[in-house]
């Protein structure tokens, strides 16, 4: 019934298309996931990883469309996490692989998850190479992208990087490729995977490209666990990646704040007016209202970041802390930044904005601006020069 898609000769995408999916532990998926699974045809018959629990007939009719699934010899598992392996046990069973190829941690993981270990597993490590006739499977492990059983698998004569959740978007459609799709929601969605999972893991990812540099690999097409493949934009999503994992970002504030009685929305309101005034695109956010998982990514891509709150019970609005601690989290680096807020009598919000800001390394550039009640002309105007100081740092930065 579900048929298989030709990525290239022998080798097929037989993943499985969740398009109801609206939360990913967090994330909001709004426009849905997919799971995605290839198959390679060779003198030995590959299928590089599973589903989500649920999903396994939908993969096993596509494996259908082109070879009986006993016909399976190995199966690669790049990661563990549960949906590409909550399928795991239905398929092992439909193919019954001769070997299963996955990291050690992959094994310690996925025993720990199903509570077996009666299964053909062979261990892989970064160098390991394994022919399947025409072909080879060259795996290099990538440690926390997405977590620390994740690995990658390289066909060099093929030219395909299987990239398990690397390079992935949250993004259901029928269409399999990068160049069949909308080019802004692809880049959008791009960035904000890489802003909601693969962010706090930077560093390894410049490892990563680093090893793919040195190894000489630079593949035609990357086929990544979640969403369209990329075949036409592949060195595109490379610069992307390393542009991302570098911290580099445009010229742009971000003004992102909760407010009790509206004082604190006219802080920033005059903030955005004065980095504005210095030419620099200012974007505002009101947290309550505004969808964490977007916000996340216009962190990511603006150089500046100011935080504000009203103080409520000595404290920063419970939305406030909400958020910056899923942001904290995600490590966003290399950011110019302030706080601000409005009180009534005690004013401990911007303390505790600044000390947020602080932890993830933001240079602040401003001790943190208070007004108490409601701003007067002076207070804005105040707003307005600190919106231009930031504007003024980023430009410089
Ligand atoms: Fe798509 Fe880390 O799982």
């Known amino acids: 019934m579900f048929k298989a898609v030709e990525v290239k000769k022998n080798f097929f995408w037989v993943g499985v298309i969740d398009w109801n ?111 399947t006739g025409q072909n080879t499977l060259q795996f290099i492990e990538t ?60 560093p390894q990812v410049q490892r990563l490209l680093k090893a793919i540099k040195e190894k000489g690999i ?19 999503v490379l610069d992307l990646y390393e542009k991302w994992s570098s911290y580099k970002a445009d010229l742009r504030v971000v003004v992102i704040y909760d407010t009790m009685w509206k004082s604190t929305e006219k802080m920033a309101k005059a903030i955005t007016e004065g980095i504005q005034a210095e030419g620099v695109e200012a974007k505002l956010f009101r947290v309550n209202l505004s969808d964490w998982t977007e916000l996340m990514a216009e962190i990511m891509e603006a150089k500046g970041l100011i935080l504000g709150s009203s103080t409520l019970n000595n404290n920063m609005l419970p939305t406030m802390a909400g958020f910056t601690t899923y942001m904290k989290g995600l490590r966003p680096r290399q950011k110019i930044g302030a706080a601000f807020g409005s009180f009534g009598w005690s004013g401990e919000a911007v303390k505790h904005l600044n000390q947020v800001l602080e932890k993830m390394g933001t240079e602040l550039v401003h001790q943190g601006l208070k007004v108490k009640y409601v701003p007067d002309a002076k207070a804005l105007e105040d707003c307005r020069q600190l919106g231009k100081l930031v504007a003024k740092k980023v430009k410089e930065a």
């Open 143 to 202: 440690p926390m992208i997405h977590w620390p059983d994740s690995m990658i698998t390289y066909i060099p004569e093929m030219k395909i990087l299987v990239s398990q959740d690397a390079f992935g978007q949250h993004l259901a459609t029928m269409e399999r490729f990068d160049d069949e799709v909308d080019a802004c929601i692809l880049q959008q969605e791009t960035a904000k995977y890489y802003a909601n999972i693969v962010l706090p893991y930077s």
């Open 218 to 236: 630079s593949p035609e097409i990357i086929c990544p666990d979640h969403g369209v493949i990329w075949r036409k934009k592949a060195k595109e």
């Open 21 to 131: 999916i609206r939360d990913f532990h967090g994330y909001n998926t709004i426009r849905g996931s997919s799971y995605n699974s290839y198959l390679l045809l060779d003198e030995k018959k590959v299928l590089f990883d599973t589903v989500k629990k649920g999903f396994e007939e939908e993969l096993l009719s596509r494996v259908s469309s082109v070879i009986s699934p006993e016909e399976i010899d190995y199966l690669v598992i790049n990661h563990i996490e549960p949906d590409h392996s909550g399928g795991f046990l239905k398929i092992v069973e439909a193919i019954k692989p001769e070997k299963i190829f996955l990291t050690r941690n992959g094994k310690i993981g996925l025993e720990a998850h199903l509570h077996r270990a009666d299964f053909p597993f062979e261990v892989v490590t970064t160098g390991t190479e394994i022919k």
